[in-house]
């Protein structure tokens, strides 16, 4: 029986002798994996603890059983509840798609209007928020302020602590897959010292966002077809993708049934990193940087070197092109048309030249990933670096809400707390305590 491409096995077994004692076991084998609580039968005495599995950083081990998002990273496949990325892209929408995540159908005509005049219902935020932002610097990292509101909304609801209640959490769903992009605004709007623009029921999800971002003083904002349609795709393409380090983060804090909110700030604050959803800053900041085609030769050299790390390259499950990395360059050429083609796109498609041709980058089978050419586009469109990572939050909302309600759901799952090998000192004593 398969599902989801996988085989569902149910009778195989792997079979282990311990040297230590000569003893065997089987160790049942489903899904193509053993369970790691299996190995603690494998004992050298009875008081003995048993074997553990040791997986620093989580590189062969998976944590939950999950239905939302299907990734081949050998073969470069990303399916959202077995809808292929590229179909997605081309097709839907994000609020859709984020229903798609959510429900596991994608919704009808009646769902879907009904599910954005919802979203719309509720973009606004309370008015001490905008209190709360302006006690920022005006340089403060606005994924610094978006990590610091989303946990200050969970005083805003303490109801949402409720996190047992379905109808609860299906509340709080709705409030922060609204709420990003107005907090995502006012973070920009206040390193402007721009006043905040309010949100526009009458736009759409991305143009209310492009409306908040940018309106004036003009009586109503009107978003650039194009560039919100690129923006709602890029939203798409950033929305899940499995177990990364920031839903990781989501499912380890509300596994000790925190409140949305406060495992959602967890979240966003593991995106931030360099390595995960700041990469897209940092990618443009290599570009710039670089400065121009001729140099590239000379910074992939520093990287072979082992003195850098080629921002925008490498993944962790991806060893083929990361399909949303495709996706992105052909939304480029829509956004150029539009904006004028950003320089950096020259330098950015040369590194990938060389890259993919050169020996380091094909062993290591590092190629570019979501980050590498989203920062362009971004730039493009006149967003400033800082606000990269805040647009890859926006868009994993729905892919970290969705897996948090899988993770609340799931009968197997319960507080996250891993085990770990003691490498420290014995017993020892205070001087003078020999006791
Ligand atoms: C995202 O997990 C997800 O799904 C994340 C994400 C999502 O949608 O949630 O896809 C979004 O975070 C994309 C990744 C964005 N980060 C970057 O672009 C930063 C640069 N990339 C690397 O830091 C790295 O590739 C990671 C973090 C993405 C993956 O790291 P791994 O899997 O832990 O691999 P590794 O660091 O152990 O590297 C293996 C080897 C090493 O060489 P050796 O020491 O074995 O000789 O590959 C080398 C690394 O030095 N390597 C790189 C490299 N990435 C890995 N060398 C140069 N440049 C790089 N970018």
Not at 22 to 34: C, F, K, N, T
Request: one cysteine or more.
């Amino acid at each position: 029986m398969t599902s989801y491409g996988l085989v569902m096995t149910t009778d195989h077994v792997l079979q282990v002798t311990d040297s230590r004692t000569g003893r065997s076991y089987e160790l049942p084998i489903v899904d193509g994996a053993i369970r790691a609580i299996d190995l603690r039968q494998i004992k050298t005495s009875d008081d003995d603890f048993g074997l553990l599995s040791y997986d620093p950083a989580f590189q062969n081990t998976a944590s939950c059983r999950s239905a939302i998002t299907f990734i081949d990273g050998d073969k470069g496949i990303l399916r959202y509840r077995g809808y292929p990325i590229e179909e997605l892209a081309r097709r839907s929408t994000f609020l859709d798609v984020s229903w798609l995540l959510l429900n596991g159908e994608l919704p009808d005509k009646a769902e879907s209007a009904a599910w954005a005049r919802e979203i719309t219902q509720h973009t606004y935020v309370h008015e001490n928020i905008k209190k709360f932002i302006d006690g920022f610097h005006y340089d403060a990292h606005p994924m610094g302020i978006l990590v610091s509101t989303l946990a200050a909304l969970s005083t805003f609801y303490p109801q949402a602590k409720a996190v047992l209640d379905k109808a609860v959490r299906d509340e709080q769903v709705v409030r922060l897959i609204a709420k990003m992009p107005t907090l995502a605004a006012f973070a920009y709007r206040h390193a402007l010292g721009l006043p905040y623009a309010y949100p526009d029921d009458d736009l759409s999800y991305a143009g209310n966002f492009l409306n908040m971002m940018r309106k004036m003083t003009e009586p109503k904002y009107e978003p650039d077809p194009v560039l919100e349609h690129a923006l709602d795709v890029l939203f798409i393409l950033h929305a899940d993708h499995e177990q990364n380090c920031s839903t990781n983060a989501m499912r380890s804090v509300a596994s000790s049934h925190a409140d949305p909110y406060s495992a959602a700030a967890a979240a966003a604050a593991a995106l931030y990193g360099p390595l995960h959803g700041g990469a897209n800053e940092q990618v443009l900041r290599m570009l710039r940087e670089i400065g121009s085609v001729d140099n590239v030769p000379g910074y992939i050299d520093r990287v072979k070197h082992g003195e850098l790390k080629l921002m925008g390259f490498g993944h962790r499950v991806y060893k083929n092109y990361d399909p949303r990395a495709t996706i992105i360059k052909e939304v480029a050429n829509q956004v150029f048309e539009v904006t004028g083609r950003n320089p950096l796109l020259d330098i950015a498609l040369e590194l990938e030249r060389i890259a993919l041709e050169d020996d380091y980058f094909i062993s290591h089978k590092l190629y570019p990933n979501v980050d590498f050419y989203s920062g362009i586009i971004y730039q493009a469109m006149g967003f400033p670096v800082a606000m990269f990572p805040v647009l890859f939050a926006i868009g994993r909302m729905p892919g970290w809400l969705a897996q948090w309600e899988e993770g609340m759901a799931d009968p197997e799952q319960k507080i996250s707390r891993p085990r770990q090998i003691y490498v420290g000192c014995g017993l020892r004593h205070m001087d003078g305590d020999s006791a």
